[in-house]
């Protein structure tokens, strides 16, 4: 008989977290869902407390955490409401609790999942920033607390189901000669260079193949998100930046590859439906139904490849470049992308100055060791400060349309290839 997961899903309102619930209810008998969080979205955290009744909701602010309350009092739904990062660790760390979604965008799910680790959990792991910023940290916890991790972003998932079922963190005596990490290239992977400085941040969100909250939809437009996927491979499967090949792959229907040293390529396939590596990561190493349509190779019919262009996305040459430092710069490059893609969605700066402001702020900072969260998350503020002074410096020549000062004007360039 299947054992029944008790669940804590962090950031159930957005995108992964709804398709988490998705899966959890057409299983109610194997699922259990304890706790929910979710940062100001009182609406939808209310429909979903209605919905699976969780014993704990936990809002990140206490006005939305008040309003939540007194709407679930008025509903006679007796859910323990809290607020605040103290009260995702606590959640996120329940003795009842043997798996937790790690799905809250940006720094902010880095605590609550590293207090997952601390105690040991069964870790579905969705949230880019605990990887890229903390990743020996992160990794260093997980082993120590003999807590298990999988992947839930769409390539890293199909990366762990491509690699050898006892993969344990040696490519070479695996076999494995490289990971080819797969990228849609996002909805400007053939619009005209002289055209990216005019976009505007609903182009941006609008991807031809994911359905994605905003912030990771413009990750996507520079393929920042494949920066830091390559950088999250590098943590999650023991990878030298050298053996990750980004592969451009428009159809999304790859989602990622092992390349062997015999020659043989092993690939996931599937659509692109957020809800099959969720139901993997729920259920391994069983496989149940996620409600994903089955994949009609006569109707996909071709699948194309390309090499990624750096001088149309510089966010992928900068993130290789932070990866290979080492050290404060993986942190370094997500605050100031953060800061950046924030800047850009409110109209403050164009599409072409997010990786402008990203490297300038890379070049501003002295390279330094951070050997535990607290140095970690220092850098992360000491970035964001000196993204939000480049700004400061910068918004006039912006205004004036003097910023940045020139499109490239060759549309190949050298990709990162080994």
Known sequence: MTKTRHLTILGSTGSIGESTLDVVARHPHRYQVVALTADRNVEKMLGQCTRFHPSYAVMLDAPSAGRLEDRLRAAGLDIKVLSGIESLEKVASLPEIDTVMAAIVGAAGIRPTLAAARTGKHILLANKETLVMAGRVFMDTLKQHHATL???????????????SRFNGDLAGS??????????????????????????????????????????????????????????????????????????HPQSVIHSMVEYIDGSVLAQLGNPDMRTPIA???????????GVQSLDMFKVARLDFEFPDFKRFPCLRLAYEALAAGGNM??????????????????????????????????????????????????DLQARATAREWLTCNTGRIQEGQYPHSVPDSKTDNPHTF
């Open 280 to 290: 993997h990561a729920l259920s391994y190493p069983e496989r149940t139904e996620s």
């Open 330 to 379: 993986p942190a370094v490059l997500n605050a100031a992308n953060e800061v950046a893609v924030e800047v850009f969605l409110a109209g403050r700066i164009p599409f072409t100055a997010v990786p402008v402001m990203i490297e300038d702020v890379m070049k501003s900072t002295e390279r330094q060791n951070v050997p535990d969260l607290e140095s970690v998350l220092l850098a």
């Open 150 to 164: 999988l992947p839930i972003d769409s390539e890293h998932n199909a990366i762990f189901q491509s690699l050898p």
């Open 175 to 248: 076999g494995v000669r490289r990971i080819l990490l797969t990228a849609s290239g996002g909805p400007f992977r053939k619009v005209d260079l002289e055209m990216l400085e005019t976009v505007t941040p609903e182009q941006a969100c609008a991807h031809p193949n994911w359905v994605m909250g905003r912030k990771i939809s413009v990750d996507s437009a520079t393929m920042m998100n494949k920066g830091l996927e390559v950088i999250e491979a590098h943590w999650l499967f023991n990878a030298e930046p050298e053996k990750i090949q980004v592969v451009i």
